[in-house]
């Protein structure tokens, strides 16, 4: 029987403090008209002090276990993608695996900037296809407050603070997760990055006087890259499955610039109102943005079960990809809505996974007996 990996829960966590682009005109040479114009952007999300980037993806996860139903302690695999993680290492992952208690998760951190989500989303997907893990945590998480110069206006304007996660499940019921892309481009890694405090160049009294432990950024090339990549990976993606784009009903794409957005819907021949943009409000939450759109894609009432949903992003690698779901929700009863049925799809189901132990025991027996 093939397996599909399932979108059965969603969190998102926001930092409370709002620094709009007012208060940046105090800070750096810049206007709100500037802003405005040319990204779209008009507020963003910073964390408070003791906000890190682990506790933001362990409150998004939190909400989308709640969601799903899903016990901490019934998590296979967690995967968190980041470009602000805490430490070189250990994992951020690692760190959110303890805080929620999911005491029989692995638990590994992905680099892919801002299309990370998009790439973790597959890779756990395709860990549930396969049958080697049931439940799956993917998380976006960034406090990309704490590693921008903020005197560099070039950059300090458009990034904000935030997290999103998803709950996938394994199921043989068809939908959830359909196919995706993953693209790089090595040959622009120096165009975005944080030039020190790697390997390469180690942080030292040198680099930090010449401001290398911040993100640079050269805007022009990252943007001429998006306009280009955005509406090239979302056809990719859906010729994967004989689909248009006029066939999908919602587009949750990364959230870097209203401009790229609206070129990207000029390429795919399709109106704006198809996709999800909430930049406005958050800034650029790198590889937070794509979850935290779609949380609020759900709450708006833009995704029902059985849609189709195209991800794309693109970002520092240079990276990009795209993702096509068909959305699920909660299966197949959320214990909170029907409580009964919960409990007997969960006794069916466990009852199922112990039978599938028994058979793949069974079976590597024989192998091993040369049967
Ligand atoms: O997740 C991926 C992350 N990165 C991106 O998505 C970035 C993609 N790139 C962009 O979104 C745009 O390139 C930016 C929004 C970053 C910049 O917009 P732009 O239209 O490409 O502006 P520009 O860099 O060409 O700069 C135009 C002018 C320059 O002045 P001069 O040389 O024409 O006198 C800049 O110095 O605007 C100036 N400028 C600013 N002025 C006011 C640059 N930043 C600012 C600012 N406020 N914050």
Redesign the pocket.
């Known amino acids: 029987m093939p397996r599909y990996a399932h979108i059965t829960g969603w969190g998102h966590a926001l930092p409370e403090h709002v620094l709009t682009n007012k208060d ?1 005109e105090n800070m ?4 709100d008209e ?2 405005v114009t ?2 779209g952007i008009r507020e963003r999300r910073i964390a408070a002090p003791d906000q890190t980037t682990a506790s933001l993806a362990a409150d998004a996860a939190t909400e989308a276990l709640k969601v799903a139903g899903v016990k901490p302690t019934d998590v296979d695999l967690i995967i968190v993608a980041t470009s602000s993680p805490e430490h070189i290492f250990p994992a951020t992952a690692a760190i959110v695996q303890d805080m929620l208690g999911a005491t029989h998760a692995g638990a590994f951190d992905l680099s892919a ?2 299309t990370g989500f998009i790439f973790a989303l597959n890779m756990a997907a395709q860990a549930i296809r396969t049958g080697s893990i049931d439940t799956a945590v993917v998380i976006g998480a960034e406090t990309l407050s704490r590693i921008v110069n903020w005197q560099d ?7 904000g603070d935030g997290a999103g996660a998803f709950v996938l499940q394994g199921s043989e019921e068809p939908g959830g997760v359909m196919h995706a892309v993953m693209h790089a481009d090595g040959s622009g890694a120096d165009v ?1 990055s944080i030039p020190a405090g790697g390997s390469k160049i180690p942080t030292s009294a040198d680099t930090v006087a010449h401001g290398l432990h911040y993100v640079h ?4 090339p ?2 001429r890259f ?1 306009t280009r990549v955005m509406a090239e990976a979302t056809r990719e993606v859906l010729a994967k499955a004989n689909l248009t784009p006029d066939d999908v009903d919602l587009i949750i794409p ?1 959230q ?2 209203i ?2 957005l609206e070129v990207a819907a000029r390429n795919l021949k399709l109106p704006m109102e198809r996709f999800m943009v909430n930049l406005d409000r958050y800034g ?1 939450t ?1 590889t937070a ?1 794509i979850p935290i759109a779609t949380v609020e894609a759900v709450a708006q009432g833009r995704l029902r079960r059985g849609d189709k949903v195209v991800l794309v ?4 690698g240079l990276t990009y990809g795209a993702l096509l779901a068909e959305w699920t929700g909660p299966f197949p009863d959320h214990p909170e809505v029907n409580p009964e049925r919960y409990r007997l799809w969960a006794r069916v189901r466990s009852t199922g996974l112990r039978l599938k132990r028994k058979v793949l025991a069974h079976t590597s027996r024989e192998e091993n007996l040369g049967g």
């Open positions: 940046l750096v040479d810049t206007s500037w802003i040319r990204t900037a801002c206006r070039n950059t300090c304007i458009l990034f975005l950024m050269e805007g022009r990252v943007f998006a990364h870097a610039n401009r790229i650029n790198s943005s992003g693109f970002g520092g």
